[in-house]
């Protein structure tokens, strides 16, 4: 079985988010990256089918050279070989197109995402490079098995779950608990050097959209804090300032 | 400029999320038609009338009853040429999401999901974007002459700008491409209001202590006819289920109020509150995180102040 997981390279879920170039470009001072928090889940998953059913897994990151460390990363946690596509990966579409251009014809039984990426939030690469290969999309996976050319699969829905049955190929966006988040061990480190990490140059795609300005939100006013003693005081300022009760 | 509404129902009512998207498509200024997949009541459907929908198109095949996001794609990239409309309308959600993401591959259309507000159309057709799990905004234009918009909560104010509109059969064909997954089964809260939709949630911590002491908060919440949410460890503990997480890995809210109970308010869990309007923080900790991104605080212990302001709202009410 081949799998192909595809990987973002985004700001620690602790970062500060501040802009730069009149709010048009991200800054990254003192900003840690990592692998995408569900897309991490992607990879654990991965990783544990090719432990049990002997799969390989392909990492992909459509991204600029600073990304290689988040590759290797993927790579000293298990994966077998790496996929950069050199571009920025400026809108969900042209990411999405990249990695259907390198998933066509390759012959990948499983494209494995997250639910989501945190620094674009679109929740819609998994769907558009699913209807570009003209197969099923199943986002966010909770749960994955596979049973031959068959899986089955849970998917959250709003206030529960839905079971799913669909055949090879198809590609999920994947959330927790489908694995747990594998940490890389000193042999993996090691190894992941040597395997292969392969960049190849974008294809020419127009997204239709483009980013214009970025904006902060505006910062939260004080607290204002109530003894515990006056709860009725709590009600009274939801009720009459907030006007939210 | 004609609009077309994918609007989502749960126990055959339309979601607020989706009136509210047709409340968008109104603002928009387009001629809106509303289109419904599966069992809907008729009444809710004409009541859509109400909100800015011209026309709603009922596509009542039993087929779709379940949300079957191909087949759902495929009937709605059929509305749009059907209707000539350029412009598809939805809420973002576990459907309309990806449902967006196909539809706009097959038409070619521009895409946003996660918009927060009406376009500013001076110059180009720019959308605003949530992005950095709430901790930022994107402005994004969409160039295209078609466009898809996916939006969050809250993007739009729903208004009552006319009245009943008439419903009128839509007739699909589907083929077993559309139905490449089959859905075996499914688990759902009835009844209950609805984390990602509700008004006001009422969210545990740590704090709470253990599963059994959640009836105090379901009591809150029941009063205030909101939802229940709670953190990250709560759920990996199985105090409740996976659905109720709020966060960077859970749902994103938006409510009017959150109320944070026995949450320290690390920065994971703030991305994913840091939409709603109001905040309340109960901690018996003073120096807890969360009192930072609130508007009002209590410092105290949970188990003496979430009964005693569940008596103080009954009293207001
Ligand atoms: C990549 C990543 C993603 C994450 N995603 C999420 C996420 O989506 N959502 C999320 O919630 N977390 C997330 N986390 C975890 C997050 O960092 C925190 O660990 C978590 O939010 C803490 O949960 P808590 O506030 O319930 O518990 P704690 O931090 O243990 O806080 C408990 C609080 O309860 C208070 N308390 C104790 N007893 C009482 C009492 N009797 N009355 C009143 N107050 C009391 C304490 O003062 C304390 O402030 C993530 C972490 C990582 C690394
Ligand atoms: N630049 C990228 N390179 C590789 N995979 C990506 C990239 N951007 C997004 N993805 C994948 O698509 C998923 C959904 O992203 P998004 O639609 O941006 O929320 C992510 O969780 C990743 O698995």
Redesign the pocket.
């Given at each position: 079985m081949k799998i192909l997981v595809c990987i973002t390279h985004v700001p620690?879920?602790?970062s500060k988010i501040n802009f730069t170039d009149s709010n048009t470009k991200f800054d990254t001072t003192g900003v840690q990256f990592?692998i995408g928090?569900y897309d991490?889940y992607a990879l654990a998953r991965a990783i544990e089918l090719k432990e049990t059913s002997g799969a390989t897994v392909t990492v992909l990151n459509v991204g600029l050279a600073d990304t290689e460390p988040t590759l290797r990363k993927a790579l000293a946690i298990g994966a077998d070989d790496a996929i950069r596509v050199n571009a920025e990966p400026t809108d969900s579409f042209f990411v999405a197109a990249q990695i259907a251009e390198l998933a066509k014809g390759a012959g990948y039984d499983l494209i494995l995402m997250g639910r989501e990426s945190i620094d674009y939030n679109s929740g819609v690469v998994h769907g558009i490079v699913a209807e570009l290969l003209g197969i099923p999309s199943i986002s966010p996976v909770m749960k994955l098995d596979i049973d031959g050319t068959k899986a089955k699969l849970a998917r959250e829905i709003e206030g529960g779950k839905e079971y799913l049955e669909v055949s090879l190929p198809f590609v999920a966006g994947c959330q927790e608990p489908i694995a747990e988040?594998k940490i890389p061990n000193m042999r993996g480190i090691m190894s992941a050097r040597t395997k292969p990490l392969k960049v190849v140059e974008p294809k020419t795609v127009d997204s239709g959209v483009k980013l214009q300005k970025f904006e902060l939100p505006p910062p939260k006013g004080s607290v204002k804090m109530i003894p515990a003693d006056n709860v009725g005081e709590l009600v009274n300022l939801l009720k009459n300032e907030a006007k939210v009760l | 400029m004609a609009i077309l509404v994918f609007v989502e129902s749960a126990e055959g009512k339309i979601k607020k999320t989706s009136i509210e998207a047709v409340a968008y498509a109104h603002a928009l200024g387009g001629p809106v038609t509303a289109i419904a997949l599966g069992a809907v009541d008729k009444a809710e459907l004409e009541a859509l009338g109400k909100y800015g929908a011209q026309k709603v198109l009922h596509a009542a095949d039993e087929k779709l009853n379940q949300g079957v996001i191909q087949a759902y794609a495929s009937v709605l990239e059929k509305a749009l040429q059907d209707e000539g409309a350029d412009i598809l309308v939805l809420a973002n959600s576990s459907l309309g999401t990806p449902v967006a993401a196909r539809v706009a591959t097959k038409i070619g259309a521009s895409l946003a999901s996660n918009v927060v507000d009406l376009p500013q159309t001076s110059g180009g057709f720019v959308v605003k974007r949530s992005i950095y799990t709430g901790k930022a905004f994107a402005w994004v234009e969409l160039k295209n002459q078609k466009k898809v918009i996916g939006l969050r909560k809250n993007a739009a104010e729903i208004k009552e700008v006319g009245s009943a509109a008439q419903v009128t059969p839509y007739a699909v064909t589907l083929s077993d491409a559309d139905f490449a997954t089959h859905i075996t089964s499914s688990e759902k809260a009835t009844g209950e209001v609805l984390l990602p939709e509700a008004n006001i949630v009422v969210s545990?911590?740590?704090?709470?202590?253990g599963p059994e002491h959640w009836g105090i908060l379901e009591e809150l919440a029941k009063t205030l006819h909101a939802a229940t949410g709670?953190?990250?460890?709560?759920?990996d503990m199985g105090w409740r289920p996976h659905h109720e997480?709020?966060?960077?890995?859970?749902?994103k809210v938006a409510p009017q109020l959150y109320i944070?109970?026995?949450?320290?308010?690390?920065?994971?869990?703030l991305?994913?509150v840091n939409s709603s309007k109001y905040i309340v923080v109960?901690?018996?900790?003073p120096?807890?995180?969360?009192f930072k991104a609130a508007d009002y605080g209590i410092v105290?212990?949970?188990?003496?102040?979430i009964p005693k302001l569940t008596e103080a709202i009954k009293a207001a009410k």
């Open positions: 620690d879920t602790t990592i928090p991490d988040w | 545990g911590g740590r704090g709470m202590k709670c953190s990250k460890p709560v759920s997480h709020v966060g960077q890995t859970g749902v944070a109970i026995g949450i320290s308010g690390a920065i994971q869990h991305a994913g109960i901690n018996k900790d120096e807890a995180p969360f105290g212990d949970a188990f003496e102040i």
